[in-house]
């Protein structure tokens, strides 16, 4: 079992940068792919980006390839979400999300196991 714990979010101009943390605890084992997604209001649960604990390779979705960047600490068993260059399309609700077989990073929302709670971003124009 692993729970998550997001952090981070919060009202940001376009322009501007958030930094995300997504705090899991029980043993995440190197197997497992932590993502984040997102969701606006009315839209479906999107694919943002994903990584690998094992070896760190990452993957992006289009609309964010070149301002986010996910990274991990093993040490504190938290996976992050660097985002700068914000936009007003940006604003959803930030959730991670563990996938807990041994797979590649999906993009889709039903392979993954466990998910956190959410975080706001909302950034105005």
């Known amino acids: 079992q692993v729970q998550l714990v997001e952090s981070g979010g919060g009202l940001v101009q376009a322009g501007g940068s958030l930094r995300l943390s997504c705090v899991a605890s029980?043993?995440?084992?190197?197997?497992?792919?932590m993502g984040w997604f997102r969701q606006a209001p009315g839209k479906e649960r999107e694919f943002v980006a994903g990584?690998?604990?094992?070896?760190?390779?990452?993957y992006y979705a289009d609309s964010v390839k070149g301002r986010f960047t996910i990274s991990r600490d093993s040490a504190k068993n938290t996976v992050y979400l660097q985002m700068n260059s914000l936009k007003p399309e940006d604003t959803a609700v930030y959730y991670c999300?563990?996938?807990?077989?041994?797979?590649?990073?999906?993009?889709?929302?039903?392979?993954?196991?466990?998910w956190g709670q959410g975080t706001q971003v909302t950034v105005s124009s």
């Open positions: 990584i690998r604990w094992n070896n760190g390779y990452t």
């Open positions: 999300a563990v996938d807990e077989k041994y797979s590649g990073i999906s993009t889709s929302t039903r392979p993954y196991d466990y």
């Open positions: 029980g043993h995440i084992f190197s197997t497992y792919v």
